[in-house]
Structure formats: structure tokens, C-alpha cells
């Protein structure tokens, strides 16, 4: 996919590295990356990805913009309040980068429509808030046979990996899934939520840029994806640690016992 000359100029950093190069900005071009929250985590991550020139962005949010959004959810302004979120986003990536084509989906991804959205897209990104929507995102992946990065907030932590569960690793076993990592969603009630536990705005921003590079990774072609590989963030003592995870043979989706 040839780049215009503006475009040229606007991604010239990208051109000049060796890993990027034309071949990888052309592959970020024609990328269709849905994003699964206009959030915490879904504000900067869709800043970065249209600034990197993504083709398509898929933004998926049925909330408003309210005023204790803003202490972290960086996309949207003072004069968004009340606006749906996938307007706001949509209209700050239009100032951003012109040559992104952003899609809205202003409603909740469910596991009745995960599987035919997520199929429209090259790769999902899920920064949601809730466990049912990651369950739901990360299943569909594996049916739709898509790769998945996904990240989650605590108070002062996060959470970021890669999954390809419908691939196979170097070793010939299949990679793991979501739900060899998590196998099931904690009671209800045991995690407190943002509004009640609270979260260290900045925080968002290191995790949802984070995201962005492992996206931007997967779709040029460069580096060591966060496969099998869960990163961790203390922000409380700066600390990055990342924990090595493997495929389950009893998780449901792809274990031994899976049909």
C-alpha cells in the first residue's frame, strides 16, 4: 500500500528505522485493529495507534464522557462531557491523523456479537473495565482466529499480554489461551472497581502506550511479542517484571478435551 508524501514526511521516523521501514509502515496502513474500550487504557493506545498511521481503527465504547473520566482518559476534553465516547475518540484521531479511518461501535461487545466483529478486524486491543467483556473478547478471538492485547488496571499495577492461541509455538504445542492464564473470572464483588478502589491516572497512560507498542510490533513484524509472557507493573516502586505462562491442556477453548 503506497504512502502519499505527506505521509512520508508524517511517518519519517518510522521510515528510517531498519525494523519499520516502507514494508512495515505500508503493513500499518493496511491494518484493521479494533479497539475494545475508549477508556483508561483505550484513550492513549488510540492516540499512538493513529499517530503510527493504523488504516482502520475500530473503537468499541457505549458510554459518555463524564468529568471523572478526564483525570486519565486522555482522548477526550472538558467539552466532550456527555458526549459518547466513540465520537469523542473518533473526533481526536480526525485532528490527530487524517489518514485514519476510525469505525465506531457505540455498544457493548457481548458473546453474542463478539466473533462476527472481531472477524472484520486484523487484531483486537481490549482495554475494558470488567471481566465479562475480557472472557467474551478473548474467546471470540480464539473462534475468530485472531490475535489479542490485552491489558488491565489496578490501583497502582498492570497487566499486559499477547495472545495467539490459534497458532502454535516453536515448540509445536499450541499457544496459550486467555484462560490458561486466568482459567476463570474472580466471584463478584472480590475486585473492587475503578470508581470505588480508585487508579493512578498516569498509570493508564504507561499501560495504553505499552499496548500500542505490542500492537505496533505485531502488525510490522518486529520483536518479541508478549506471547506466553504476561509483563507486570508496579508503579508504586517502578518495577517491570514479566511472568512466563504456558498452555493448559484443560482450558476449554483449546485443551486436550476441547472439540
Known amino acids: 500500500m503506497a504512502l502519499a508524501p505527506d505521509e512520508i514526511e508524517r511517518y519519517a521516523r518510522h521510515l528510517v ?19 475494545i474500550g475508549a477508556g483508561g487504557l483505550g484513550a492513549p493506545l488510540i ?42 475518540a473518533a473526533e481526536a484521531v480526525a485532528r490527530l491523523n487524517p489518514h485514519v479511518e476510525v469505525v465506531p461501535h457505540p455498544f457493548r461487545i457481548t458473546p453474542d456479537n463478539a466473533v462476527d466483529l472481531i472477524a472484520g478486524y486484523d487484531l483486537v486491543a481490549d482495554g475494558s473495565d470488567n471481566f465479562a467483556t475480557r472472557y467474551a473478547v478473548s474467546d471470540a478471538c480464539f473462534h475468530a482466529r485472531r490475535p489479542l492485547v490485552t491489558a488491565a488496571l489496578g490501583r497502582f499495577d498492570g497487566t499486559l499480554t499477547t495472545i495467539r492461541a490459534h497458532e502454535t509455538g516453536p515448540d509445536g504445542k499450541p499457544n496459550p489461551t486467555y484462560r490458561c492464564l486466568f482459567p476463570n473470572p474472580p466471584p463478584p464483588g472480590s475486585v473492587p472497581a475503578c ?8 498509570l493508564a497512560g504507561v499501560m495504553g ?30 518495577r517491570f517484571e514479566t511472568l512466563s505462562y504456558g498452555w493448559d491442556p484443560d482450558n476449554p477453548l483449546s485443551g486436550a478435551s476441547a472439540e
Open 47 to 88: 492516540q499512538y495507534l493513529a499517530a503510527a498511521g493504523i488504516g482502520t481503527i475500530g473503537i468499541v465504547d457505549d458510554d459518555t464522557v463524564s468529568l471523572s473520566n478526564l483525570q486519565r482518559q486522555v482522548i477526550h476534553g472538558t467539552p466532550d462531557l456527555g458526549r459518547p465516547k466513540v465520537e469523542s
Open 209 to 238: 502506550s505499552l499496548m500500542a507498542m505490542e500492537v505496533i510490533r505485531a502488525v510490522a513484524a518486529f520483536g518479541e511479542p508478549l506471547v506466553g509472557r504476561l509483563l507486570m507493573v508496579d508503579a508504586r516502586s517502578m
Open 17 to 35: 528505522l531498519a525494523e519499520v521501514g516502507g514494508p512495515g509502515q505500508a503493513r500499518l496502513k493496511a491494518a484493521r485493529v479494533l479497539v
Open 195 to 202: 470508581a470505588e478502589a480508585g487508579v493512578l491516572g498516569a
